[in-house]
């Protein structure tokens, strides 16, 4: 049983409610009614209800079994404009946020999560990062002990999953940045089932280069190791060393990761960003994701050029990172 089957399993059991503020969509649209039918949770879809209507019936979606939201119409909108307010701490008046909250979608999307309408959101098949981002770190803002948000991957492929990260929000991180990124990801791996090994990528294995970004990688490893004693991490080390046995025992004799790594921590955004659409691209595997780590409650960024199954896999994903989150606050 692969990630996935396993997490329907335990969101069916509960099914949450997600919201996806791209009514407008055809791809949202089929996967929103996917996931209702299947009853893995409740989609929250937003948008102007004649547009949707327009596109669903453009595609030959049936939409009629959909809760679909309208800030124009939404009947509680004075009340979020109310928490808009107060949670920007006197930043933005009330017309300021309610107009907002009618012009863009994601901001009426991230405020129906944050006043426990829905736990989780889903955007960006359409919207840019920064749309997606922007709202969820001004409302939802980051968890007391991170210091920023990453974007995290899952790569599935049959029954074999790697997390990667950052490949969406952090271009050059610092050593302690990376560090951070490394105990956020670990922390994803581990809540969706799996025992996380950590690579710090390189172009380097075990000093055979030395530079300034061999270097930050080799510190960033020390603090992770100080911040997680009990997590399996090397670096800096090469994607081959990390993931290949018999070049791992060459090239790191002794290394923890004995050529199993399962999570991989790139050095920089430009190196995340190319690697994953690459293993997608050449491997086949699934890309799903980018969830945004470090939130108070999840939100997802898909890429805009997600197909249908991703969109409902990283739905699914988002659901179980909500339910996880609220779990944990008992």
């Known amino acids: ?5 396993s997490l329907k399993q335990t969101v069916s059991k509960v099914r949450p409610t997600i919201v996806f503020p791209e009514g407008n969509c055809d791809r949202v649209l089929k996967a929103t009614v996917r996931l209702k039918a299947d009853g893995i949770l409740e989609p929250i879809v937003l948008g102007n209800r004649s547009e949707v209507e327009a596109v669903a019936k453009e595609h030959g979606i049936d939409i009629s079994d959909l809760q679909l939201l ?8 004075e009340f979020l404009v109310e928490k808009f307010v107060e949670r920007r701490k006197g930043k933005i008046s009330a017309n300021e946020a309610r107009a907002k909250m009618k012009e863009d979608v994601n901001y009426f999307g991230t405020m129906l999560v944050y006043t426990d309408r829905a736990i989780g959101l889903v955007s960006g098949a359409v919207h840019t990062t920064g749309d997606t981002v922007r709202p969820a770190l001004q409302l939802i803002k980051v968890k007391p002990e991170y210091n920023r948000t990453s974007g995290v991957f899952i790569l599935v492929k049959e029954d074999r999953q790697y997390v990667v990260a950052d490949c969406a929000i952090n271009i ?6 990376l560090a951070e990124i490394a105990v956020a990801t670990a922390n ?5 089932g799996m025992t996380p090994k950590v690579a710090m990528l390189s172009f380097s294995t075990r000093g055979s280069a030395h530079s300034e970004e061999t270097e930050r990688v080799l510190r960033a490893t020390e603090l992770v190791k100080e911040m997680m004693p009990d997590l399996i991490v090397d670096g800096e080390i090469q994607f081959d060393a990390a993931f290949v046995p018999e070049i791992n025992a060459r090239k790191a004799p002794g290394s923890p990761l004995k050529g199993e790594a399962n999570v991989f921590i790139f050095p920089s955004l430009e190196a995340g960003n190319i690697g994953y659409k690459l293993i997608q691209r050449f491997g086949g595997y699934d890309a799903v994701g980018p969830v945004l780590q470090g939130l108070n409650k999840p939100v997802s960024d898909l890429s805009r050029g997600s197909n249908e199954e991703e969109i409902y896999k990283l739905a699914l994903l988002t659901a179980a990172n909500g339910l996880m989150e609220e779990k944990l606050r008992g």
Do not use: Q
């Open 172 to 177: 050059a991180p610092n050593a302690e940045e």
């Open 188 to 192: 994803t791996a581990k809540s969706i």
């Open 70 to 77: 309208d800030a124009e119409t939404y009947e509680d909108l």
């Open 1 to 5: 049983m692969n990630i996935f089957e």
